[in-house]
């Protein structure tokens, strides 16, 4: 079908005319525009190949085709269109609360800036569902994160529960639009998995500093009844330019304990698969301690600081949460004992066996701190094993951040 599409009063151009047609190939739609001396229309169909044919076709041909192709077996399909028409592959092995979401396309990510209430909001957080923010007025920078409008007030209800903390990020405004509801949160610089992604792994003086701040978040919502669930060191942000500071990100999808504290049963499956604890992977049969599972992500994201790769890592999700249920894991020989000492302390099979953030603040890594060096013994704990050669290290780091991340 033709379209002519009128130039402006500012272009001195012909009219110009644009014909669509179906091509199976990845770019399924070629759109070729020529201005009216320029009848010829170019179908590229085969681009994978570089041909470029001639092809005046038309409206009936083009419809008549489209109709064969959707009408044409499976069976007599070649590769390339069966690829084309296959639904993606299912994630196998996970759970619907633990399956990864699609990544989001790059136009929506640049969408351009719009105006909520008093503040602008312009791209997105690389890799996160925020955005960053200005005040109209003040020029003051904040993160933005957007809530549906219904049962945000029940998302939000873990600020109110915790109060002010220095390593969690604040509610500081709420705007409600037409269909979401926009929260504001103070604006940082940049999240800890992107650090650790950028040095490969961390010294384990500076891992100290910045682990007891995440200790200590972590602490103050579990002693006001409030479940982190997903916790992985992309929710940890920086609130300084030097990267000094840390605070907990987003409180919309944690759990808020109601009358006793103590109780911290859950039986809802929610987390990052590279995160979760062997509990959570039990066919979705009876309930797990929401405070051990957040102890048990506190262990990988520590090892992941550390040592520069997760613990349990298998590009298919069987077999790593396989990994994860066997609850095996290295270390290298060069880490302290006491940084060993304390990721066992966390990262133990039985939720039972693992320290409170309370308790794992006094540990001598934390409050005592020495220069680290090298130990060629081997540390005495039934979860982990360490390898025989430390190279290997070396070549696997914290891998680009995708959702399941």
């Known amino acids: 079908m033709w379209r002519k599409n009128t130039p402006t009063s500012e272009d001195n151009l012909l009219p110009v005319y644009e014909c669509v047609h179906v091509c199976v190939s990845e770019k399924s739609f070629i759109s070729q525009c020529f201005t009216?001396?320029?009848?010829?229309?170019?179908?590229?169909?085969?681009?994978?190949?570089?041909?470029?044919?001639?092809?005046?076709?038309?409206?009936?041909?083009?419809?008549?085709?489209?109709?064969?192709?959707?009408?044409?077996?499976?069976?007599?399909?070649?590769?390339?269109?069966?690829?084309?028409?296959?639904?993606p592959p299912l994630a196998i092995g996970l759970s619907p609360?633990?399956?990864?979401?699609?990544?989001?396309?790059?136009?929506?990510?640049?969408?351009?800036?719009?105006?909520?209430g008093p503040y602008l909001l312009n791209e997105r957080c690389d890799g996160e569902e925020t955005y960053r923010a200005v005040h109209v007025h003040t020029q003051q920078q904040y993160t933005c994160q957007v809530l549906p409008l219904r049962g945000y007030q029940e998302q939000l209800a873990a600020y109110a529960q915790i109060g002010h903390h220095d390593n969690v990020c604040g509610l500081l405004d709420v705007v409600i639009g037409q269909d979401s509801a926009f929260i504001f949160l103070p604006s940082h610089h940049g999240d800890m998995h992107a650090y650790v992604r950028s040095r490969k792994r961390l010294g384990e003086e500076e891992a100290g500093l910045l682990f007891a701040q995440m200790l200590n978040a972590v602490r103050h919502c579990h002693h006001h009844g409030v479940i982190l669930r997903d916790l992985k060191l992309r929710r940890f942000v920086f609130t300084d330019r030097y990267r000094t500071r840390l605070a907990l990100l987003g409180l919309d999808d944690c759990v808020v304990l109601h009358g006793n504290h103590d109780d911290d049963s859950l039986t809802d499956r929610h987390g990052c698969p590279a995160y979760v604890g062997p509990e959570l992977l039990n066919n979705g049969k009876g309930s797990y301690s929401g405070r051990?599972?957040?102890i048990w992500s506190l262990g990988v994201s520590l090892y992941t600081m550390l040592i520069g790769r997760y613990p349990f890592q298998d590009t298919q999700p069987a077999a790593l949460f396989a990994k994860i249920r066997r609850g095996t894991f290295s270390l290298p020989d060069w880490l302290s004992p006491r940084a060993k000492c304390l990721i066992g302390c966390m990262l133990r099979k039985s939720p039972d066996k693992r320290l409170e953030a309370s308790e794992l603040l006094m540990h001598p890594w934390l409050t005592n701190p020495c220069t680290p060096h090298y130990n060629v013994h081997k540390t005495d704990h039934s979860s982990h094993t360490t390898p025989p050669n430390k190279q290997?290290?070396?070549?696997?780091?914290?891998?680009?951040?995708?959702?399941?991340h």
């Open 392 to 404: 290997e290290d070396n070549d696997q780091v914290v891998p680009k951040w995708t959702p399941k």
């Open 36 to 87: 009216d001396e320029q009848r010829q229309l170019y179908c590229c169909c085969c681009l994978s190949t570089g041909l470029l044919r001639n092809n005046k076709m038309s409206v009936t041909s083009a419809r008549s085709r489209l109709k064969r192709l959707l009408d044409e077996p499976q069976d007599h399909l070649r590769k390339c269109k069966k690829a084309c028409l296959a639904p």
């Open 97 to 116: 609360c633990l399956q990864p979401k699609s990544p989001a396309s790059k136009s929506s990510q640049k969408k351009s800036p719009f105006r909520v």
């Open 292 to 294: 051990a599972a957040d």
